[in-house]
């Protein structure tokens, strides 16, 4: 071994740290350099003084229901608290957080966007509809039940029952008119009244005198032939 | 130090670790963060994964480099977490009630215990914690360097050097005490 007191190399070997040929030349330059040997007690005296000291530091151990978690971990109760406040105070701060946001948007009048119920409102902020009537400044609002609620319970069938279809009614054809003639104030009329013979020459008094260049009416309505 | 069992469950590994290294990994841990509940959450999260560990692997030396791997790396993330510097110059030890207070300890071992301690927290914390993973709590310069992500020489140079700045620094306050 070539080393020297000053390399860490020599420390090593009064730690027993090195292996066995390196230890062997250790002691052989023990013996050798009158230097070493006083240079590898204040070394072992060093060490020594820290281990004794550093061993007589309070000891610390796991909580009773922490080693009972670590031994018996199928009945553990005693999640470790270290991961659990990592992760906890985020995740209030942010409930808390957003809760206070959706209090100040439900509860508070003249919350974010500056409107509400209006269709101007900023976009990402949920639009609240206001009951006409609503009292503006109590946080409460009455709330219309919608149809078919019922304290809160949808009923299966809220709309009354329809009445019965009717019977489908039959075309009525001329035919079938004339075979069953309507009946008015206990009198059958005729589906299809007929023509008055009387009046078929047309009104009385009110004959068409032909004037002078004009055909007579026998002569229009008749079935003589006009003059050639 | 108990030897290697065909038939060794991850329970017997988690009763062993928890018999002969509860204490040490608490110790360590708290002397981190100067944090006590966070020094035991940590190694009770350690001893729970120890239940995912294959029992064959780690059942022999290999345990107590695993635990205190473990725990630091969990450790020192949870601090990177919280971002929460560690005070070397007050211990978090000085908080605690040493639970086997001898009142009849002879004044001069207390005086040389704690001038040594005084002395160790004026160490850099690289320096203090390789050299408590050695003498506080017996790891080999190969275990201190698995457990850190040193190498052996480097952890041998830290524990080296601070070895020599400890004589260096006891030796006037040495000459002191003794003067009175």
Redesign the interface.
């Known amino acids: 071994m070539t080393a020297t007191p000053d390399?860490?190399?020599?420390?090593?070997a009064v730690?027993g740290?090195v292996s066995a040929c390196d230890g062997a030349a250790f002691r052989a330059g023990l013996a050798e350099n009158p230097a070493w040997p006083q240079e590898a007690a204040?070394?072992s005296r060093?060490?020594g003084?820290?281990?004794?000291?550093?061993?007589?530091?309070?000891?610390?151990?796991?909580?009773i229901p922490?080693?009972q978690?670590?031994?018996h971990?199928e009945r553990?109760t005693v999640p470790?608290?270290?991961?659990r406040r990592?992760w906890l105070a985020p995740t209030l701060v942010t409930a808390g957080i957003a809760a206070a946001v959706a209090v100040g948007l439900i509860v508070l009048p003249g919350g974010p966007g500056g409107t509400r119920g209006g269709g101007d409102s900023s976009p990402g902020l949920p639009s609240i509809a206001v009951q006409p009537g609503a009292p503006e400044k109590s946080g409460l609002r009455p709330v219309t039940p919608l149809p078919g609620m019922v304290n809160g319970l949808r009923l299966e069938n809220p709309l009354p029952q329809a009445a019965p279809p009717l019977a489908p009614v039959p075309l009525k054809t001329p035919e079938s008119m004339a075979a069953s003639p309507p009946v008015v104030n206990g009198l059958s009329v005729p589906a299809v009244p007929k023509l008055n013979p009387a009046k078929a020459d047309g009104p009385p008094g009110k004959s068409v005198r032909p004037g002078p260049g004009k055909l007579r009416p026998e002569e229009s309505l008749g079935g003589s032939a006009p003059p050639k | 130090m108990s030897s290697p069992s065909p038939s060794t469950t991850a329970a017997d590994l988690v009763r062993r670790g928890v018999a002969e290294y509860e204490s040490m990994l608490c110790g360590y841990i708290y002397n981190l963060t100067s944090d006590l509940e966070m020094a035991r959450d940590v190694v009770q999260e350690t001893f729970i994964k120890l239940y995912a560990q294959d029992p064959a692997r780690l059942d022999g030396p290999g345990l107590k480099s695993w635990l205190f791997t473990v725990s630091r790396n969990r450790a020192l993330d949870l601090m990177r977490r919280r971002r929460r510097s560690v005070s070397w110059e007050d211990s978090p030890m000085d908080h605690l009630v040493d639970p086997a207070p001898g009142p009849d300890r002879q004044a001069a071992d207390a005086d040389e215990t704690a001038l040594v301690l005084q002395t160790f927290r004026r160490l850099p914390p690289n320096q203090a914690e390789v050299l408590r993973l050695k003498f506080q709590h017996g790891l080999s310069y190969q275990e201190i360097a698995d457990v850190t992500g040193l190498t052996a020489s480097n952890v041998g140079f830290l524990i080296h050097t601070g070895l020599k700045r400890l004589r260096t620094l006891l030796a006037p306050e040495a000459a002191a005490c003794s003067m009175i």
């Open positions: 390399d860490s190399s020599f420390t090593a730690l740290e204040a070394i060093t060490a003084l820290l281990g004794a000291a550093l061993r007589q530091e309070p000891l610390v151990c796991l909580t922490q080693r978690a670590v031994l971990p553990r470790p608290a270290a991961g990592v």
